[in-house]
């Protein structure tokens, strides 16, 4: 009977143990079916335009590629420099003089020439090898020499023409074929958000394509131009970008890579002039190689709040007039200091930017109505547009109210007594004292001061500013000008280079 028992016992438990076990071996075999299935790899399904979003770059890249160019120029600067050991200053001429030594002649500074290299991009817009990008690429260079994507050979290009207003260049290359182009887009029609595709020679890497999108428009930033009007992107720009295109998904061209805010202080804003404006400019300088602008005659500001109000005005839309140059169309038509100008040709006018713009793309010679809010009534006055001269010709008429002179960088005026008194000039000196300088400029160049005192230019002695516009007026603006010059008590003759 006992072993009756005991062999049911061990049989119930026989049966239990197996059961575990295969329930053990069943939990370990899913758990490495798991794993296993884990590791496989993943096969991605494109549901969402990945693979053709990034098709398109691909395609963009090779339309556009063969028809950026990149830039390099050459320029010949000559550095000064003086001895240290050939520089006799008063201490130690005195010590000299003591021990019966002549006083030593001061050495006049030595002189270097260096080849300074640039880089830039471009891109082509004719295919008989006309060829947009900036003007600050080739501004002021002694060569410039253009490669090709599909060749290792440079050629040299000629300038067609340049508008420094809007920073833009045209040059040229004779290749003996007909080059690839890109298309021009519409820049009018951008939304922000949309794709941007910088392509260019960075740092001298060639044919370097970024991505990002239009982060803004309409931006004024550099503050040197009027006509500033910048696409903002942060699709990636760098030195050796400038000039090179900004394209949309589509291939066109919608802008021209032209600056960026310095990495230190932020990282991917960068700024390109709209490929509309510079449609209007390559056609200009193609034909006639120079952009012809309309001209008023004026110098304006934005209106605030309280400067509306207190003319009468509820809101700040218009330009206010804080000049007007003598001898000019605005001078002519009877504007005057104080006047809003609230329609051109009747259209409003938005605010300053607006209305340089519309004066700017107004052909020559028509008469056009202005809208001008005077005396807390609004008139109209009827202005024939000018051509907007250079701004050296602009600057001359401003100083005429000044009694001062800007030429070749440099700000002029007469020797007032004030000015003898203040600096200790001598009164058998004659001439102009220079009062700025333009970075940059030939006078700076030739390492003029403000307090330097121009007392013969050529072989003409001047008596002051009179004489001094008389003799500039005449001289041809390529042409390098002697000037005999009286700086920090000595007297020097420098050269004042002339327009490339």
């Not at 202080?265 to 700024?271: D, E, S, T």
């Not at 807390?376 to 009827?382: A, Q, W």
């Amino acid at each position: 009977m006992l072993n009756r028992k005991l062999f049911a016992i061990g049989l119930i438990a026989g049966i239990m143990g197996g059961c575990f076990a295969f329930a053990a071996i069943y939990a370990i075999t899913k758990h490495n079916t798991s794993i296993s299935s884990v590791s496989k790899p993943i096969q991605f399904v494109d549901t969402s335009g990945i693979y053709t979003l990034q098709s398109a770059f691909v395609q963009v890249a090779k339309m556009v590629k063969p028809a950026v160019v990149m830039i390099t120029t050459e320029k010949i600067v000559t550095y000064r420099y003086w001895n240290p050991f050939e520089f006799e200053d008063d201490f130690f001429n005195r010590f000299f003089e003591d021990f019966g030594i002549p006083r030593f002649r001061q050495k006049q500074p030595k002189t270097y020439k260096k080849k300074q290299e640039g880089l830039g991009s471009g891109f082509i817009v004719d295919p008989d090898g006309y060829i947009l990008t900036n003007n600050h690429v080739i501004q002021g260079v002694d060569k410039i020499l253009v490669k090709l994507m599909d060749s290792e050979k440079k050629y040299e290009a000629k300038i067609v023409g340049t508008d420094s207003r809007t920073d833009l260049a045209l040059i040229k290359i004779d290749a003996n074929r007909r080059l690839p182009t890109v298309v021009l887009g519409d820049s009018d029609s951008i939304e922000i958000g949309e794709w941007a595709i910088a392509i260019g020679n960075p740092m001298g890497l060639e044919e370097t394509v970024t991505v990002g999108v239009i982060s803004a428009k309409g931006r004024s930033v550099l503050g040197t131009s009027p006509y500033e009007d910048f696409i903002q992107t942060d699709a990636a720009i760098n030195p050796g970008n400038s000039g090179g295109p900004l394209v949309n998904i589509k291939g066109e061209v919608i802008g021209i890579n032209t600056a960026i805010i310095a990495p230190y202080m932020a990282q991917n804003i960068g700024f390109a002039i709209p490929i509309n404006i510079a449609k209007k400019v390559f056609r200009e300088l193609k034909s006639t190689g120079k952009v012809t602008r309309g001209f008023l005659g004026v110098y304006l500001q934005p209106l605030t709040e309280d400067l509306a109000a207190s003319f009468g005005l509820k809101e700040t839309k218009g330009a206010l007039v804080s000049t007007v140059m003598p001898d000019t169309p605005a001078e002519k038509a009877g504007l005057k200091e104080g006047d809003i100008i609230l329609e051109f040709d009747g259209k409003p006018v938005s605010d300053v930017k607006d209305l340089q713009k519309k004066v700017a793309d107004a052909k020559v010679g028509d008469v056009v109505t202005l809208g001008v809010w005077r005396d807390k009534k609004k008139i109209t006055l009827p202005i024939k547009i000018a051509e907007r001269p250079e701004e050296e010709t602009i600057a001359k008429r401003s100083d005429k109210e000044t009694n001062e002179q800007s030429w070749r960088g440099l700000k002029v005026a007469d020797i007032t007594d004030e000015i003898r008194k203040k600096f200790n000039i001598s009164p058998d000196i004659k001439g102009v004292i220079v009062i700025n300088v333009e970075p940059g400029s030939p006078a700076d160049e030739c390492e003029i001061i403000p307090g330097t005192i121009i007392r013969k230019i050529e072989n003409t002695m001047i008596s002051g500013l009179k004489d001094f516009q008389s003799i500039t007026s005449k001289i041809d603006k390529k042409s390098p000008v002697t000037l005999w010059i009286q700086q920090e008590g000595t007297n020097r003759f420098c050269v004042l280079k002339g327009e490339k």
